[in-house]
Nanobody, 127 residues
Framework: QVQLVESGGGLVQPGGSLTVSCAASGFTLDRYNIGWFRQAPGKEREGVSCISSGSGYTVYADSVKGRFTISRDNAKNIVYLQMNSLKPEDTAVYYC????????????????????WGQGTQVTVSS
């Protein structure tokens, strides 16, 4: 059974950094495409970044390009999202998602691309 658990959220000041984690159980992460999404109150869930299975090709939303970095630790079966230069508008619940299918590049930022989701971790950027 595919299970994803996010952790590492919290309160951080604007300009600060935070790393959130997505731990997988029941499957091997590097065989799946993994996406990070976020959802702010009253807004739709949006794709932030994703990493392909195998080669680890990465895609970023324009809003986080140059500030966020997605990475995968195969030994620990964890995908990370390192977030730098955080802004108040980055405040949201962050979710990870997984799917085992052909990687279609930027389509991995779509919510309907994925079959399995974690429960999310809250990130709040505020002074």
């Amino acid at each position: 059974q595919v299970q994803l658990v996010e952790s590492g959220g919290g309160l951080v000041q604007p300009g600060g950094s935070l790393t959130v984690s997505c731990a997988a159980s029941g499957f091997t992460l590097d065989r799946y495409n993994i996406g990070w999404f976020r959802q702010a109150p009253g807004k739709e869930r949006e794709g932030v970044s994703c990493i392909s299975s195998g080669s680890g090709y990465t895609v970023y939303a324009d809003s986080v390009k140059g500030r966020f970095t997605i990475s995968r630790d195969n030994a620990k079966n964890i995908v990370y999202l390192q977030m730098n230069s955080l802004k108040p508008e980055d405040t949201a619940v962050y979710y990870c998602a997984a799917i085992r299918r052909i990687f279609y590049g930027s389509l991995c930022l779509r919510t309907d691309y994925y079959a399995s989701w974690g429960q999310g971790t809250q990130v709040t950027v505020s002074s």
